[in-house]
C-alpha cells in the first residue's frame, strides 16, 4: 500500500510539472517570442522586383530591411486572391501589432493569419529599395483558422470617416489636439479618444506605441475618424470568404 502510495505521488508530481511546461510555453509565445524559419532571400537593389511562392500562409511574415524598408509587398493566394498590397508607409504602419517583447532594429513582424493556414498556393512579391539582401522569416505556434486582409483607405479633411467590421485601424499621421476618433463599442458605450490616447493605450497590446485602434477581441462596433487635414489609414480584417 505503501508502493502504491509512492507512486501515485510520483504520477502526480509528473502530471503537475506537464501542466507548469505547457502553461510557461503558452505565455512565452503570447509575449511575441515566436520560433521560425528562414524561407526565401531577396537579392537587393534599388527598385528590384522579387517574388517566392510558399504551400502555406504563416501567422507572422518577419524581415529586416536594414535600414531601407521596402518599396512594396504583396501576398495573395489562389485560395483567396489579394490579402495584402502594402507600400512603405502601410508596412511601417502595421509593423509590430500585437508583438510583445523587445524588438530588434529595423525588424518588420506582420501578423498575417491567426495562426499557420494550410495548405495554401501562396505568392509573396515585391520591391527592394536599396542595396543588400533581405531575408525572410515565417513563424507560427498554431494551427490557423482563417487568414487577415488589409485595405488602404483615406479619411478626408474635416470629414467624419465611418469604420466598421475591422480588426485594427491604423492611423500613424493622426495629429494631435486637432484629429480625434468616436467610438461606439458593442455594450453601447461611447468615447471620444484622441490621438495620445490612442498612442498610450496601444502600449496593453503591443511593444512599440502605434496610433492604433485595435479590435481583435470584438468588442468595437464602429469607429468615427475626423481629421482636420486629409490623412492615410491602413485597415486590418479577417478574410471572411464570400459565399
Not at 64 to 75: C, F, K
Not at 158 to 186: G, H, R
Not at 193 to 202: G, H
Amino acid at each position: 500500500m505503501k508502493l502504491f502510495r509512492t507512486f501515485l505521488t510520483m504520477a502526480f508530481v509528473y502530471l503537475l510539472s506537464c501542466v507548469i511546461v505547457d502553461a510557461a510555453a503558452l505565455h512565452y509565445s503570447a509575449q511575441g517570442v515566436i520560433m521560425g524559419s528562414m524561407i526565401f532571400t531577396a537579392p537587393g537593389g534599388i527598385g528590384v522586383a522579387f517574388n517566392f511562392n510558399l504551400t502555406y500562409l504563416p501567422e507572422v511574415l518577419s524581415f529586416n530591411h536594414g535600414g531601407n524598408q521596402l518599396t512594396a509587398l504583396r501576398i495573395e493566394t489562389q485560395e483567396d486572391g489579394v490579402l495584402h498590397d502594402w507600400n512603405a508607409a502601410a508596412l511601417n504602419a502595421m509593423n509590430g501589432y500585437q508583438r510583445l517583447g523587445a524588438m530588434t532594429a529595423n525588424d518588420i513582424n506582420l501578423l498575417i493569419a491567426d495562426g499557420e493556414l494550410r495548405p495554401k498556393n501562396v505568392t509573396i512579391s515585391g520591391i527592394t529599395s536599396a542595396v543588400g539582401a533581405i531575408n525572410f522569416y515565417a513563424e507560427s505556434d498554431n494551427k490557423g483558422t482563417v487568414p487577415f486582409s488589409s485595405v488602404n483607405a483615406a479619411i478626408l479633411a474635416l470629414n467624419p470617416t465611418l469604420f466598421k467590421k475591422f480588426t485594427a485601424l491604423f492611423i500613424p499621421t493622426m495629429a494631435t489636439l486637432t484629429d480625434y476618433a468616436e467610438i461606439l463599442y458593442v455594450d453601447g458605450h461611447n468615447q471620444r479618444w484622441e490621438m495620445e490616447d490612442i498612442r498610450r493605450y496601444s502600449s496593453r497590446f503591443q511593444q512599440v506605441e502605434g496610433i492604433v485602434i485595435n479590435n481583435i477581441d470584438g468588442l468595437i462596433k464602429e469607429v468615427k475618424v475626423t481629421c482636420a487635414a486629409q490623412t492615410p489609414a491602413y485597415l486590418l480584417k479577417v478574410n471572411i470568404p464570400e459565399v
